[in-house]
């Protein structure tokens, strides 16, 4: 058994108690008020019995605006608490999502200065270079504009743009990421146009596959298909991976929401994949459903 356990549970516990003070300290509060409001309520019946009805009315309003007032406050404070978490495991994923591409980097240049290479082998090492430069710019470019949607700062300049050439482009550079076999397999009906934020749109379309690639097994196939009927564009993102449960896909756009326990999470990520895509495809009237693949993973199905 681990000598550091014990630690590890004392440790765990008090960081529980600060984040639940200010809730006891509350509860407190409220108890103690409501005792105060019910014992000066006693005390003035029975010194004046003959005002009970309006005593009691009184005291029946004032309760009711007190306990909802509590019960607001309460809401309020343990949706800062949740925030706080959330804000702080965003925080840390980010450090790991930075910190990983930036090691390799680190690696490989080094390796390419120290070693004799063949040119071949510096020319590969430089490949993986690029690759992990690219994962780096996709997460600041998700930052940045998670960022300028939620303070409304962002204008979304639209244009027509072939959505089937978008689609097609950002699915052949992911695919170098994630398994030397063809796991990313695209249908895209050709010249399929509509007019949008190419920027924000491109955004969605990385998202849907990263997401489909973090929670699927290695080398599983991923589908991805674009094709158009009734006069809509739709675009289906499949995987074969853990799958979400009907609790969660309600709130899997929300902001550094991720699916899972923070505690038993292996998949990287910052929760801010899905709310980018959520807020993008708002603004240009798509909509977005959540459905189970068969017999394992997750589709998502964009309309446009």
């Known amino acids: 058994m681990d000598n550091n356990q014990p630690k590890k549970f004392i440790l765990i516990a008090e960081h529980a108690f600060k984040m639940r003070k200010p809730l006891v300290i509350l509860n407190f509060l409220i108890i103690y008020a409501f005792a105060q409001v019910v014992w000066w309520g006693v005390l003035l019946l029975k010194a004046e019995p003959q005002r009970m009805a309006m005593i009691l009315g009184e005291a029946a309003v004032f309760l009711m605006i007190f306990l909802v007032g509590a019960y607001k406050l309460h809401q309020s404070l343990n949706k800062e608490r949740k925030l706080h978490t959330q804000q702080k495991n965003f925080l840390l994923s980010v450090t790991h999502e930075l910190k990983s591409p930036l090691a390799s980097i680190k690696l490989y240049l080094q390796t ?50 072939n959505f089937s050439d978008l689609v097609e482009k950002i699915t052949e550079r992911l695919q170098v990421h994630v398994c030397n076999t063809q796991v990313i397999v695209a249908e895209v009906q050709k010249d399929l146009s509509l007019t949008g934020d190419k920027f924000a749109l491109s955004s969605v379309i990385t998202n849907l596959i990263e997401n489909a690639i973090k929670y699927s097994p290695s080398c599983s196939e991923i589908k991805v298909k674009l094709d158009s009927y009734n006069g809509q564009i739709h675009l289906e993102v499949a995987d074969k991976g853990i799958g979400i449960s ?56 964009v309309i446009f």
């Open 112 to 161: 390419i200065l120290k070693r004799n290479l063949e040119v071949h082998q510096q020319q590969s090492f430089i490949q993986n270079s690029l690759k992990d430069i690219e994962r780096l710019d996709d997460l600041v470019e998700n930052m940045l504009l998670a960022t300028k949607i939620d303070n409304k700062s962002y204008s979304f300049p639209k244009e027509i743009l």
């Open 246 to 301: 009907d609790l969660e896909k309600s709130r899997i756009f929300e902001k550094f929401y991720r699916v899972g326990s923070e505690d038993t999470r292996k998949t990287k990520g910052t929760g801010l994949g899905l709310f980018i895509v959520k807020q993008v495809l708002d603004k240009h009237q798509a909509q977005i459903k959540v459905k189970n693949n068969q017999p394992s993973g997750t589709v998502f199905e």
